[in-house]
Structures are given as C-alpha cells and as structure tokens.
C-alpha cells in the first residue's frame, strides 16, 4: 500500500500570499496524483488530477507539479474562501486507492 | 445538473448491517465506476469499495472485505453498499463518488455524504 504524507499540517497565511503544501509518496506514483479541496461540513472537490491538470471550473491560481514520489499543491494569491483542508490521493498502486491526511489552510 | 444523493445511514449497534444507496441524476450512471470513500469524525478521507460500470469487476480495501458488498443497478441509477457485522470503527460519514473512466481514476464528483454510526 502506498502511504502518502502532507506537510505542513496546518497552514496559516494572509490573503494574497501563496500557499505551497506538499505530499510524499512511500514509492513513486509517477504523475498518477490527485489533489482534493474540503471545506467545514461539505463533501471534498476535485482540484486537480494527474498531478497537474486542473479540473473543470478551478481557478487558474491553483497549479499542481510534481512527479514520482514528491508532489506540490500552489495556491497563488489566497482568498478567503480558500480556507479547507486539502487532501492528495494516488491511483498509481491500487487497490487500495489512498488518500493523505491533509494539510488545513487557515486565513488570517 | 449532475448529483449524488446518498441515504441509509444512521444509528447501529456493533454487529449489525445496514444498507447505503447513492442516487445519482444529471449523467449516464452506467458509464462510470463508482465507489464509496468514507470519512471518521475528525479523521481523513478512505477509500473503501469501487465498481465498474458493469459491475463485472469489484475492489475493497482490506479493512471492510467480507464485510460490506458493493454493488449498483444500473437501470435506476444507483449505487449500494451492504455493510454487515459493522464495527465502532465503521464509524464515518459514507461519500459515494464518480470516476470518470477507470476504477483508478480520480473523484471527479461526489454526494453530500450519509453518517453512520456504530454504538451500543
């Protein structure tokens, strides 16, 4: 099972400022990498899929690298309402599908 | 417009089964995997079950195989999950969720989520 670990934990920026959260992979996932935002009380949003490819209707200011076992998630110019925890997840080595265990982005 | 409606949770004791439905509108339901992810209270996303769109091919993670059976009707459009011998640690809110091609896709779409909870 490929283990996938978020840094930082939590997050805390000042709108404008960018965001860079980070997901390592236990062994390489090649690009097969999937990034998830979460708000308070609401189901996960896809964000970003095969490591750099955003999903239908996502802002531009949310970009994914990455390949193999190191992966980033870069929110350029943070708004309010990007205040979630964000979640990565691999489809390289499955089953089982696995998730990280998210990193919480707070807005000052 | 395109949505996953789940319902069936609710109150069990440890031992017990219950059933989940996922109810989906707005695309071609048998075009899809399916799956089921689930989510503790407080805790990170799990994947516990997928199913292709014929259902010919079913995958589970290791903690919930020979307990819960996965399974869809395509002909009304919805996705199931059997849960039996539930446990305190089934304990989580269930999302059902749509892969676009394969069952290693990403989640492309998800419901609102159904809470079940597994007390004495």
């Known amino acids: 099972e490929i283990v996938l670990t978020q840094s930082p934990a939590t997050l805390s920026l000042s709108p404008g400022e960018r965001a860079t959260l980070s997901c390592r992979a236990s062994q390489s996932v090649s690009t097969f990498l999937a990034w998830y935002q979460q708000k308070p009380g609401q189901a996960p949003r896809l964000l970003i899929y095969?490591?750099?490819n955003r999903a239908t209707g996502i802002p531009a200011r949310f970009s994914g690298s990455g390949s193999g076992t190191d992966f980033t998630l870069t929110i350029s110019g943070l708004e309010p309402e990007d205040s979630a925890v964000y979640y990565c997840q691999q489809r390289s080595n499955w089953p089982p599908l696995t998730f990280g265990g998210g990193t919480k982005v707070e807005i000052k | 417009e395109v949505q996953l409606v789940e319902s069936g949770g609710g109150l069990v004791q440890p031992g017990g089964s219950l059933r989940l439905s996922c109810t989906v509108s707005g695309f071609t339901f048998s075009n899809y995997w399916m799956s089921w992810v689930r989510q503790a209270p407080g805790k990170g996303l799990e994947w516990v079950a997928n199913i292709k769109q014929d259902a010919s091919e079913k995958y589970y993670v290791d903690s919930v195989r020979g307990r819960f059976t996965i399974s869809r009707d395509n002909a009304k459009n919805s996705l199931f999950m059997q849960m039996s011998s539930l446990r305190a640690e089934d304990t989580a809110v269930y999302y059902c969720?749509?892969?676009?091609?394969?069952?290693?896709?990403?989640?492309?779409?998800w419901g609102q989520g159904t809470m079940v909870t597994v007390s004495s």
């Open positions: 969720a749509r892969q676009p091609r394969k069952g290693n896709d990403a989640f492309d779409i």
């Open positions: 095969d490591a750099s």
